[in-house]
């Protein structure tokens, strides 16, 4: 059941702000045991049909993760019927051109484009020493004219993703689209599911929300984050993997290698006494775990720490080789064992614990 969740978030048309069918496996997942509601940012809220607990005031527990997935917009359609396009998220230019896309319209049809630049035949000596930008990129959906372009439906602002179908290469090593955040999407679904199913920690409530436009600077967590009456968070990440590129000393996110826990970005100082908590739970309980230390990226974790009183936050990653571009790689291995240690986190957690981290 796992993987096909996996494979069906991937798959499925997320780009930030139209995350809508990512929300919908999401809540044909969880329907049956949980409440869920959506506000108008696109951010999917679920709690507790029941909750069996001891007192009036449970340590409220909350898992995060984000729907969307780096993509690109339509900003203009040419005479000859090219496309204009810009990116959505963190892209390196370098890695768009000769790939195919898919531009969702207004209707939801959806069309499959290249992504193209000038080919080299025709290019100038000067034209191939120049850098390449998004200006000099068109996506080509095969019309010969404005006109023929916009009979399919395609006009300004419509979203596009990469066109990848998910794959397993075997029993762990995946291959898709949209890690960044699918991965995470689907280990807090299957952590939500399993606790409700199978465990009971009669001191704690439990609550998630999957939410909109990570990518573009954490819009729907900073939405969220007013809404939400938590104590303390756990945000999944699908999160760079660090070990094809990287001096063997200092790889910290290897894939294969267990989930990773952030200890500080350029967005959030994660809380020390929740990271030694997990730190130390992992230990225990042998699982594999990696931490890190990142002079860039952000994650969700960063709306919930300032908000309100403060929300202790934890990031576990499941790491995801080439992030932000059309093609990714992560290991099933590493989304088990952040499951198994979301999961006995929330299963240890309480107001005690709590108090003294």
């Known amino acids: 059941m ?40 696109g951010n999917l809220y679920i709690s507790e049909k029941k909750r069996n607990v001891q007192n009036d ?50 209707t939801g049809s959806k069309i499959k484009g290249i992504t193209a630049s000038i080919p ?24 010969s004219s404005k006109k023929e372009t916009e009979s399919l439906g395609i006009e300004i602002g419509n979203p596009i993703v990469p ?16 890690f960044d955040c699918r991965i995470g999407c689907a280990c807090l679904l299957d952590t939500y599911r399993n606790y409700s199913e199978n465990l009971n920690n009669n001191q704690i409530a439990l609550q998630a929300v ?12 900073t939405v969220a984050a007013q809404q939400i009456d938590a104590d303390i968070a756990i ?12 001096p063997k000393y200092k790889i910290q996110s290897a894939m294969g ?15 020390p006494g929740f990271q030694r908590f997990a730190i130390e739970l992992a230990k225990e309980y042998n699982l594999p775990l990696q931490r890190s230390v990142r002079k860039g990226g952000g994650t969700n974790g960063a709306a919930y720490s300032m908000s309100k009183n403060g929300i202790p936050c934890i990031v576990i990653g499941i790491p995801v080789r080439y992030a932000h571009s059309h093609y990714c790689f992560t290991d099933y291995r590493d989304y088990q064992n952040a499951k198994a240690l979301a999961l006995k986190i929330i299963e240890i957690l309480n107001p005690k614990i709590f108090k003294n981290l």
């Not at 999957?210 to 954490?218: D, I, M, R, T």
Request: charged fraction near 25%; proline fraction near 4%.
């Open 57 to 106: 005031q449970p340590l409220k527990i909350l898992l995060d993760a984000h729907l969307d997935e780096v993509g690109f917009v339509v900003q203009a359609i040419h005479d000859n019927g090219m496309i204009d396009f810009l990116p959505v998220g963190g892209w390196d230019v370098h890695n768009v051109p000769a790939h195919t896309v898919i531009i969702k319209t207004h």
């Open 210 to 221: 999957l939410s909109s436009q990570e990518e573009v600077g954490e819009r729907g967590s």
């Open 235 to 246: 945000v999944f990440e699908g999160c760079p993997a660090d070990d094809t590129f990287t």
């Open 257 to 271: 290698k267990g989930p990773m826990l952030r200890h500080h970005d350029v967005s959030m100082i994660t809380h």
């Open 163 to 178: 066109d990848v179908e998910f794959e397993a290469l075997n029993d762990h090593l995946f291959l898709g689209k949209a």
């Open 120 to 143: 080299p035949h025709f290019m100038t000596e000067e034209q191939k020493k120049a850098p390449l930008s998004f200006d000099k990129l068109v996506i080509d959906v095969g019309t």
């Open 2 to 41: 796992s993987k096909d969740l996996i494979k069906n978030l991937s798959n499925a048309f997320g780009v930030s702000g139209y995350e809508n069918e990512v929300s919908d496996i999401a809540t044909k997942y969880l329907e049956e045991i949980a409440n869920i509601r959506k506000d108008k940012i």
